[in-house]
């Protein structure tokens, strides 16, 4: 059973940069496209961005195009998330899951979840 782990998150100011990594467990991701997501309590998920099997391919949210990068590295099973030109309104839950295709779309249904981890922009 695959299981999904996120971390770094933290407290920032607008302009500062934090790097989320999903670390995955009981399973390889190898044959898995990943997706970063994120919350605010009260509002619907939004997705961020999502990266292929291979890594080859990625796709990013208008919200977070040019600020926000996705990468992974299979032979760590470990996925980021690299946020720089951080807003206040990125402030939300953020989490990465799990689907297996060979690409990445935001609109799939993921089938492995992590817990999330907190992301605070504060001016």
């Known amino acids: 059973q695959l299981q999904l782990g996120e971390s770094g998150g933290g407290l920032v100011q607008p302009g500062g940069s934090l790097r989320l990594s999903c670390a995955a467990a009981g399973a390889t991701v190898d044959y898995d496209a990943i997706g970063w997501f994120r919350q605010v309590p009260g509002k619907e998920r939004e997705g961020v961005s999502c990266?292929?099997?291979?890594?080859?391919?990625?796709k990013d949210a208008d919200s977070v195009k040019g600020r926000f990068t996705i990468s992974r590295d299979n032979a760590k099973n470990m996925v980021y998330l690299q946020m720089n030109s951080l807003k206040p309104e990125d402030t939300a839950i953020y989490y990465c899951?799990?689907?297996?295709?060979?690409?990445?779309?935001?609109?799939?249904?993921?089938?492995?979840w992590g817990q999330g981890t907190q992301v605070t922009v504060y001016a």
């Open positions: 990266i292929s099997r291979n890594g080859g391919s990625t």
């Open positions: 899951a799990a689907v297996r295709m060979i690409m990445c779309d935001i609109a799939f249904r993921f089938d492995y």
